[in-house]
Structures are given as C-alpha cells and as structure tokens.
C-alpha cells in the first residue's frame, strides 16, 4: 500500500480523498509522476475504476510541470479515439493537481517486450504489427485533433516509446502520456538546450533542438516496431550522450539481420519510417499503419488479448487482486462519502426551497438524522434509506409519487367549471338552433321535410321548452305562439323528426352552414325530389300571420331554403 492510502488508528488503510475521487494504491511510476488506482464515487451508490496521475512533490511545486500537467489534460481532453486513452477530468486538491484518467486493465509494450525476452520468446510478428497499427491510429487521431474552434492543434506526442503504448486484455493497444506533446498555444514552452523524450525512441531533428511535427511520431513508432521485431532497442548505448550520437550519426540496420525470416517489404518499410531526413519518411502516421498492413495481416485483437493474457497473466492477476480489494474497500468507504454528500445535498436543497421534507422521507444510519430527507434533482424525494454494516453501507433511493402544486389543481377546478357550463348552456342553444334561426347552421339532419318547415320548428320549440325552459333565449310563450300560426303539418320521417329532437335537447350537434345564392332558392337535388314529390303545380298558400318573420328553413338534406310564400 502506498502513495494513495493512509493507516487509520485502527490500523486499516484509507483512501486519499479528493473531491468525488478516492486514490488508492500506485499501479505505476515514472520520471515526473506516479498513477494509482482509484474510484470515482457518485450519488446513489453509484461508482467506477480509474486511474489518477499525481505529480511527484518536488514537481508539483515548480511552475513549468505544473503547466506541462494541464497541457497534457488539456491536449488529451481534445483526443477521442478507441486507441488513446480516455482522460476524464483534473482535480485540484491538498495543494496539488492530480489527473483522472480511465483505467486500462492491461499492461505496457514495455513489460510485455520484458517479459517475452525473459521467456527468450518474442512477440509473434501478426500480433506486433496489430499492436503498433492500433498506436498508430491513435496518434493520426491526436495529429489530427482541433481546439473547440475548429483550428488544428498540431499535436505531436514526442515521447512514443513502448512504455506509453498499453494493450488491454480485450487486445486493443492505447497510446498514453502526452505530457511533453508539443502543440499550439501551450502553457510551458521547451527552452533552448533541453531534450524531452527518451533518447532511444527520439528522431534525429527532435536532438538537435529543430522544429518537429507529426513525423517524428512515424519515426519513434517505427523504432517500436524496429525493436519488437529485433528483441533489442534500435539505439543500444550504455550512456545518454552516446545514444543521441548513435541516432544522428549511425546508420539503422534492417530489423531481418536479428530476426531472420522477416519479409523484405517490412525491411524497406521500417527502414523508410527511420529515414534520418523527415521528407524521406512516411507523412502521416496512418500512411505506415496502412503500409504495414498491406505488407504483414495483423492479428485480431482476441488473438493479441491471448498473447498479453500469456505472457503477462501472472501480473494481471496480480493487479486483478488488488482491483478486487480497492472495489471492496470503495463498496464501503465510498459508499459512506456517498451518504455524507448526500446528506449535504439534500440539506442544501431543503434550504435553497425553503420547504420541509416530504412526506414518509427518512434517512437513517451514522451521521445522518430523519430530518435530512429531501429531494435531489427533483427525481427523487422520499423514501431515502442507508443501510449501515459494519464495513458496507449502501444507499437505496424509492421513487416518489409526482409533485403536484397549486397551479395544477386551479388547472383541474376551472377545466371542471368550464365543462359544467357547456353542460347547462347547450340545451338552449340546442333550442334556438332548432327554432330556425338566421343563425341556424346549415347541414343538420334534424328537420323534417321540405314540404313541412314548420312542424320542425313547432316540434323543436315545444321539446326546448320542455327540457330547458329557463336556458331558451326566447321565451316560451313567443315560442308556443310561433307554433301556433305555423299550418297544419305535413307527414315527417320518424328519423328526422327524433333528429329534430336531439338537436333540440342538446345532444346531437349541427352541420356548419352553407351559403345560399341571395334572393334565388336553391332547387332541390334529384334524390330528394324522388323521396318526396312535389305536390301538384298550385299557387302556394298564403303563409299565417308572423310565419315569415323567419323566413328560411332546413330541410331533410341539411340546405337552407326559404319557406313558400315569404318572397
């Protein structure tokens, strides 16, 4: 246990918390940081594994790395491919900067190379060029990355080596570490005289202090590839000053001379990616991945997870165990940092609404009263139950019935009202339109026939007053006086005449109105001369007293007419 954890009196080992974040053990170190393992904890219970970058002290207090570590959470925030790794956020806590990324279960090109060496095996070619293809696409993604304007970053790695290619054990290689990248508009600059990179892995024009772009990525992952072929580095030097000689003065061997059997086509094209001059070498890092891939078929990532589970599987179990054990301790630490926040949440907000706990809100275990039940988020209220163990505390959260506020039932009240009102209203409207009114819509089929207008009238007259006497707008005595002078009434269908009375009672609704031709009646349509005859050619008679005062009617077809003898 260390870096992360700390020994409590009770003498087990706590995580170091920062934020929503709890560190635990170191998985890994280098030269400017150490990265441990670690547990993003959030509301609910809910949690998840991943990896934090920490400065090493005496770094974290000098100006230029500090400036260095944002640019690399800055520049790799802007890269989003399957083969970089993924860096999720950057906290700032207990004075320093730490760098959350996600957790590759994996191992390092470095150590598996290590490993197979020390089994005097190397990698299988297939499974190599798979590897370095795959890291190859990840730094075509991070050249090719742009600012949230739109502008091209320029990135360039410049620190390729195999120690910062991890392949996970689904087979899939991921580039990491951006933290010397050269890009635009960075916030530390490299000063005139130092070199930044691993001498082994560095182009020619990245020694001698020269302006560098994406082609001095081709160039150190080609000397990846030129050393996973070989079984030993490319520059094989015992000092530093040495090895920087060895790579602008010597000229590289083909990969075949220590590794026989390897096709001619490879040679010239690793060869061609280790050009001394940039122009020589490929422009592009996707242009060598796509060359190797025509020159060698590269293994499918099941047949490399096979190949790291193999060579490396005593360490990831290793790390498997210690993965288990932090996802154990998080299950209750996490969990009571969880109910903590939590608790504070819902206070916060309680106090924010100025509203009391729900109904049936209670908060039990350590810490927390029944008092501090509130909603978060407005998705859940009530119902908030920590169940406490002695190494295990979970928080289970119910949903709640919906809200409902004083709007919402003003809503429902005048939505009732109004419906009453249609209720009480429409019999006598029912009523006039019966009548025959001006207004009266045209298309009903609630009058009788054409040759008896005002029986329907008569009829609707006396069934509105009937019904609805005090909601007719005419009194019932104009009405029953209108129904008196109307004439004798001719025989009426028994359909129409029970349309008439729905209309009249308010249940059946009306047609819109159609508009006659002015001062013409409309002649009646074929059919409705077939049903009923017109009687023989006379003189109509003469209407009562007051029979035109209205002188339209509808008839059985729903058309507007005018009754005989008021024109």
Same mark, same amino acid.
């Given at each position: ?19 929503? *974040? ?80 996600? *957790? ?114 081709? *160039? ?36 075949s001379k220590h590794a026989p059997g390897i096709p001619p086509e490879l040679d010239a094209l690793v060869i061609r990616a280790l050009a001394r001059k940039p122009a020589d070498r490929m422009p592009t890092a996707l242009d060598l991945a796509t060359e190797l891939e025509r020159v060698v078929t590269p293994a499918s990532p099941r047949q490399v997870a096979a190949w790291v589970r193999e060579t490396a599987g005593e360490a990831l179990a290793q790390r498997s165990v210690v993965l288990r054990r932090v996802e ?19 206070k916060a907000e309680r106090a924010a609404e100025g509203s009391g706990a729900p109904s049936g809100a209670a908060v039990s275990g350590a810490g927390l009263g029944p008092d501090s039940g509130s909603h978060v988020g407005r998705s859940w209220s009530h119902g908030v139950d920590v169940a406490s163990g002695s190494d295990v505390r979970l928080v289970r959260v119910t949903q709640p019935p919906p809200r409902r506020n004083r709007a919402y039932f003003a809503l429902v009240a005048f939505a009732g009202v109004a ?133 339209? *009617? ?14």
């Amino acid at each position: 246990m260390s870096g992360g954890a700390h020994m409590t009196e009770s003498g087990r080992a706590e995580p170091l918390v920062l934020g929503r *974040y709890a560190l635990h053990d170191t998985i890994a170190s280098g030269g400017m940081a150490t990265v441990h393992i670690a547990r993003l904890v959030g509301p609910v219970g809910f949690s998840r594994t991943c990896a934090i970058k920490r400065l090493y002290p005496e770094y974290a207090r000098d100006a230029e790395f500090v400036a260095m570590f944002l640019d690399e959470a800055r520049l790799a925030s802007r890269i989003r491919h399957a083969n970089v790794v993924t860096t999720l956020d950057i906290v700032a806590a207990h004075g320093e900067l730490f760098l959350v990324m996600d *957790y590759v279960q994996g191992e390092s090109l470095a150590n598996l190379f290590a490993r197979a060496k020390a089994r005097n095996e190397r990698a299988p070619l297939p499974v190599l060029v798979s590897i370095v293809v795959g890291a190859l696409s990840g730094l075509h993604a991070a050249h090719e990355a742009t600012g949230e304007g739109g502008e091209p970053l320029r990135i360039v790695h410049r620190d390729v080596s195999p120690q910062n290619i991890l392949v996970d054990v689904d087979g899939v290689a991921r580039v990491l570490d951006f933290g010397i990248a050269k890009a635009v508009n960075c916030l530390h600059e490299t000063h005139g005289g130092q070199l930044k990179g691993k001498p082994a892995y560095m182009a020619p024009e990245q020694v001698t202090g020269e302006s560098v772009d994406r082609r001095a990525d081709v *160039y150190a992952a080609a000397a990846v590839l030129w050393e996973g072929i070989a079984g030993r580095r490319l520059v094989n030097a015992e000092h530093r000053v040495a090895m920087l000689r060895q790579t602008l003065d010597a000229e590289h061997e083909p990969p075949s001379k220590h590794a026989p059997g390897i096709p001619p086509e490879l040679d010239a094209l690793v060869i061609r990616a280790l050009a001394r001059k940039p122009a020589d070498r490929m422009p592009t890092a996707l242009d060598l991945a796509t060359e190797l891939e025509r020159v060698v078929t590269p293994a499918s990532p099941r047949q490399v997870a096979a190949w790291v589970r193999e060579t490396a599987g005593e360490a990831l179990a290793q790390r498997s165990v210690v993965l288990r054990r932090v996802e154990a301790m998080a299950t209750g630490s996490g969990a009571r940092i969880d109910a903590e926040k939590l608790a504070a949440a819902m206070k916060a907000e309680r106090a924010a609404e100025g509203s009391g706990a729900p109904s049936g809100a209670a908060v039990s275990g350590a810490g927390l009263g029944p008092d501090s039940g509130s909603h978060v988020g407005r998705s859940w209220s009530h119902g908030v139950d920590v169940a406490s163990g002695s190494d295990v505390r979970l928080v289970r959260v119910t949903q709640p019935p919906p809200r409902r506020n004083r709007a919402y039932f003003a809503l429902v009240a005048f939505a009732g009202v109004a419906l009453g009102a249609a209720i009480l209203i429409a019999p006598g409207r029912g009523a006039e339109r019966a009548t025959g009114g001006a207004d009266f819509p045209a298309g009903a089929s609630a009058s009788a026939s054409g040759s008896a207008p005002a029986s329907a009238s008569a009829s609707a007259s006396a069934s509105a007053s009937a019904s609805a006497p005090a909601s007719a707008p005419a009194s019932a005595s104009e009405l029953a006086a209108a129904s008196a002078s109307a004439p004798a009434p001719a025989p009426a269908s028994a359909p129409a005449s029970r349309a008439a009375a729905e209309v009249a009672n308010g249940r059946l609704a009306p047609s819109p109105p159609a508009t006659p031709a002015p001062h013409a009646p409309m002649a009646p349509s074929h059919a409705q001369t077939k049903q009923n005859p017109a009687p023989a050619a006379s003189a109509p008679p003469a209407p009562p007293p007051n029979a035109c005062a209205n002188p339209y *009617y509808i008839d059985e077809s729903g058309l507007k007419r005018i009754k005989p003898g008021c024109f």
